[in-house]
T-cell receptor
Framework: DVKVTQSSRYLVKRTGEKVFLECVQD?????MFWYRQDPGLGLRLIYF???????EKGDIPEGYSVSREKKERFSLILESASTNQTSMYLC?????????????FGPGTRLTVL | AQTVTQSQPEMSVQEAETVTLSCTYD???????LFWYKQPPSRQMILVIR??????QNATENRFSVNFQKAAKSFSLKISDSQLGDAAMYFC???????????????????FGKGTKLTVNP
């Protein structure tokens, strides 16, 4: 089974802190994704990576950056956390071979910024 | 840009009954894929069922089936013999079949609806 893990289930940070959210997948998937999930808004794509050191902005990249130094690991970085970044963050990975292959999701990190 | 609409924020069903969750989408493309994902409380999101637009036959996975109406751009999920474990948020999602990355609106981008919270009553 594909396994996507995220470094923390719950995280509490203060405004202005630099925050790292880590995601690791164990199935050698090429593509990795970071989403933000808010009630009533569904999932919105923050960033996408299709290879090591390669990335694309999603729909809401403002205030976020990403890093992918190794194929299995994709990090989301909040350079200076703000209260409006309090949310659930989901990581996903997918093999690139076929378009209808599913994305596999991690358990999510619920981030609270005080 | 493609959009996905789930018009039912919440639904409830009695155990063992059948429930249908609605999803409509807007696209100018003819080739695409549609998905239903399930997110149980405090658990990981998992794929329930998927449908390729070029296939006329509705997809079925055990108690889960879809009613895909391409002309109407409708993709509803039917859950038969509902079980307590079916209680979850359900998300409908669209993916283009056009090769390309997310910035190009291509096939690596999933567009999600806002979700429907399903409650199963014992």
């Amino acid at each position: 089974d594909v396994k996507v893990t995220q470094s923390s289930r719950y995280l509490v940070k203060r405004t202005g802190e630099k925050v790292f959210l880590e995601c690791v997948q164990d199935m050698d998937h090429e593509n990795m994704f970071w989403y933000r999930q808010d009630p009533g808004l569904g999932l919105r794509l923050i960033y996408f990576s299709y290879d090591v050191k390669m990335k694309e902005k999603g729909d809401i990249p403002e205030g976020y950056s990403v890093s992918r130094e190794k194929k299995e690991r994709f990090s989301l970085i909040l350079e200076s956390a703000s209260t409006n970044q309090t949310s659930m963050y989901l990581c996903a990975s997918k093999r690139v071979i076929r378009a209808y292959n599913e994305q596999f999701f991690g358990p999510g990190t619920r981030l609270t910024v005080l | 840009a493609q959009t996905v609409t789930q018009s039912q924020p919440e639904m409830s069903v009695q155990e063992a009954e059948t429930v249908t969750l609605s999803c409509t989408y807007d696209t100018s493309e003819s080739d695409y894929y549609l998905f239903w994902y399930k997110q149980p409380p405090s658990r990981q999101m998992i794929l329930v069922i998927r449908q390729e637009a070029y296939k006329q036959q509705n997809a079925t996975e055990n108690r889960f089936s879809v009613n895909f109406q391409k002309a109407a751009k409708s993709f509803s999920l039917k859950i038969s013999d509902s079980q307590l474990g079916d209680a979850a948020m359900y998300f409908c999602a669209y993916r283009s079949a056009r090769f390309g990355r997310v910035g190009q609106g291509g096939s690596e981008k999933l567009v999600f609806g806002k979700g429907t919270k399903l409650t199963v009553n014992p």
